[in-house]
């Protein structure tokens, strides 16, 4: 019998052409490999059909609660919220527009004992070239003023023990939440282990990582984690 439970956050944004899919091919995968499954859904204020999925996936699925958002607050924000409301022992998180699946999860649990998380890293990512270059970029400032030595800051698979991710002070509401959450972990010296994951091309839907919105509104994020992170290394 597996000896640890799970809460999966997936969130959701306008992924009513893909949400049914993923939380489908999650229930398979990961059934069998936990003692306890939860997957919370949060809806980022979609204004698509999204709320109407995950009603149905709900009354489908009795271990699916939904989580949402009156209005769309960012990526960074619908993960806090997963977090919070996660009841499991582990705490995994992926994207909901499928991009990822979840047959690894299994190795990811068998390294978890070890370390305080484990991170996945694209083997190849499937991603537009904005996509790469931003996050170029991210890597060298996180790994230069951040001291964040990760192969892979955004790689949306990661695995958690509940009772030290829900210690983090997390405050970013947007797409600083992975270098923030990482930071965080390395100031505290958390130890993790690197896992090379598939990633599949987006079928449905427009990603919105690379929108003007978003990078602006990262790079004011950065600045200011970048300030937090030096108060606590003062401190």
């Not at 505290?188 to 282990?193: K, M, R």
Request: with cysteine; proline share 3%.
């Amino acid at each position: 019998m597996p000896n640890h439970s799970l809460s999966l956050i997936l969130p959701a944004c306008n992924d009513a052409q893909n949400l049914s899919a993923t939380v489908e091919n999650a229930v398979s995968a990961l059934s069998n490999v936990v003692s306890e499954l939860e997957i919370l859904i949060v809806d980022d204020g979609s204004t698509d059909t999204t709320a109407e999925v995950c009603d149905r996936l709900a009354s489908r699925h009795p271990m699916v609660r939904v989580i949402r958002h009156p209005r769309t607050r960012g990526y960074g924000a619908a993960l806090r919220s997963g977090f919070a409301e996660a009841r499991c022992d582990l705490v995994f998180f992926t994207d909901g527009d499928g991009q990822f699946r979840f047959g690894q999860v299994a190795e990811f649990m068998a390294q978890i004992d070890a370390v305080h998380m484990v991170l996945g890293y694209r083997a190849e990512s499937q991603g537009r070239w904005q996509h790469r270059a931003n996050s170029c970029i991210g890597h060298w400032l996180a790994r230069t003023l951040l001291d964040v030595r990760v192969r892979d800051i955004n790689c949306p698979y990661k695995l958690f023990h509940r009772h030290f991710l829900q210690r983090l002070p997390l405050t970013s509401e947007g797409a600083m939440i992975n270098t923030e959450l990482l930071s965080l972990a390395a100031q505290a010296g958390w130890t993790f282990h690197e896992v090379a994951v598939a990633h599949y091309p987006r079928k449905c839907g427009a990603a919105t990582g690379a929108t003007f919105q978003v990078v602006t509104r990262t790079l004011a994020e950065y600045l200011q984690l970048q300030r937090r992170i030096a108060g606590l290394r003062r401190s």
